[in-house]
């Protein structure tokens, strides 16, 4: 079975509430009745009643709680395969997560940086990826898939000169992707964690689409 994937945007649910609650204490606040005599109705006015809930407590816990809960970026991935410990773990490990709640066997909250030192569209990408590549028999289906690929002979003649225009560059990392028409998709990049990031997403292309990767084996 093919692996989807779908993203929902998680909202705190904690706003709504907390607004909710400060909204009754200000109303409680406009019903009290004024207990004072007029003659120290002056006095009143010097030394008011404190008006703002206080900043102990159970609103000012909540308040806390949500100011962490918002510094997050939570996205809810909904699947049609079962979140097992192993994806689990692939999620936690991967840069720009920072925290992970399996919901269910087909959904995870998973909290990215608001840092803005990563790309959130690319973590959840590569996360994708990762989950993609994980999948042994999906793996031996693509090997045999590919195995019975046939492209024809200037294709053929074009990948080999691409991959001996690449081998003799200056770049270590390199990586392409061959589009079933025959077109090439060239990607050179300076580490080797890059390169990784690069073939697991033409990785992806070619198991929804078929075609052939190939890439440098450089440490």
Known sequence: MKKKFAWEKWFNPLDEELESMKNEMNDLMDEMPNVFPEEEEAQHQIFPIIQQPPPFGLVSAINEQNRFINSFDFWVMHTNFDVTEEIKNLIEKTPGVESITVLTR????????????????????LIQNKIIALDSKSKAIQEDYLSDIIFDTPTQEM???????LGDSDCKYWSFYVFPNGQLSVEQVESKDELDEKVQFFQTIEYLIGGKVFYSTAE
């Open 106 to 125: 087909y959904r995870i909250k998973i909290g990215l940086t608001k840092s803005g030192l990563f790309n959130n569209t690319q973590v959840k990408q």
């Open 159 to 165: 990948i080999e000169k691409t991959k001996e225009d």
